[in-house]
């Protein structure tokens, strides 16, 4: 039980909130209904011949909040990332920068004013998953979207240790999507260097103590051609200067 007093009112007594609301509707529209006491009409005859018919018409969906997040860009397997899961864009907006909306439900992704794509959201409670619109694909079988067989497909062309290399990176991840980008980052490495480098700069790596190689790993070796002669230059040294190892810097001050 509960007391509520109302303005104007003695002081009543309320045993539920639905007869306290009763109650005030009932004083309300009184209130409305009152006439005024220097003009005609009353509050209610006032809105119903002059406010009412100003009056638009509610929206056709309720009203939602939303979070905007801006400047996303577009991965080169034509989604963008959003709460650790992945959602399709038009394949010609690959590598833009796009703006996102994200309601209770909706992911939207917009370029400038113009609204790319809309997905429903993966639940909060899912990582590395993907909604894809066939219509973002390109058209035609030529193109395919990266999986694991495919990947594997293009190290073992490279070669064994190459393989051996992406392997490991698939090894260290939870998702096989996760592998994905840093595998490809080591195989593209084939566009600026050849197929029996990278092969080779896989063979150098897989004799170090780094166990999960990475496109940064690789790619040193080959920009300074440690391919070429099979040794690193930690531990090359015919090749000249001088090269402060590992056991160096772990010993302290020397």
């Not at 909706?106 to 066939?134: F, Q, V």
Request: charged share 25%; net charge positive.
């Amino acid at each position: 039980m509960a007391t509520w007093v109302i303005a104007g009112l003695r002081s009543e007594t309320f045993t539920t909130l639905s007869g306290l609301q009763a109650r005030i509707r009932e004083r309300v529209d009184a209130y409305n209904t009152t006439p005024f006491q220097k003009r005609e009409g009353s509050r209610r005859s006032v809105f119903a011949s002059e406010e009412r018919p100003l009056l638009g018409t509610l929206p056709a969906a309720p009203f939602e909040i939303s979070q905007w997040v801006y400047g996303r860009k577009v991965g080169r397997n034509g989604h963008v990332v959003w709460s650790k899961n992945y959602y399709s864009v038009p394949f010609a907006h690959i590598g833009a920068k796009v703006d996102l909306r994200i309601t209770q439900s909706m992911i939207e992704i917009y370029r400038g004013d113009e609204r790319l794509a809309s997905h429903l959201l993966l639940p909060s409670n899912t990582s590395n998953k993907y909604r894809t619109n066939d219509a973002d694909l390109p058209e035609g079988r030529g193109w395919q979207p990266w999986d694991r067989p495919r990947i594997d497909a293009w190290a073992a062309r490279v070669g064994p240790a190459t393989k051996t290399v992406t392997d490991r990176v698939f090894e260290s991840v939870q998702v096989d999507e996760q592998a994905h980008d840093p595998a490809l980052a080591i195989l593209r490495l084939t566009r600026r260097f050849s197929p029996a480098r990278v092969e080779a700069a896989c063979q150098l790596a897989l004799r170090g103590p780094v166990r999960n190689i990475r496109y940064a790993h690789l790619r040193p070796i080959l920009d300074t051609g440690q391919d070429k002669t099979g040794q690193s230059v930690e531990t090359a040294d015919e090749v000249g200067g001088y090269v402060r190892g590992s056991d160096y810097y772990a010993g302290g001050t020397r």
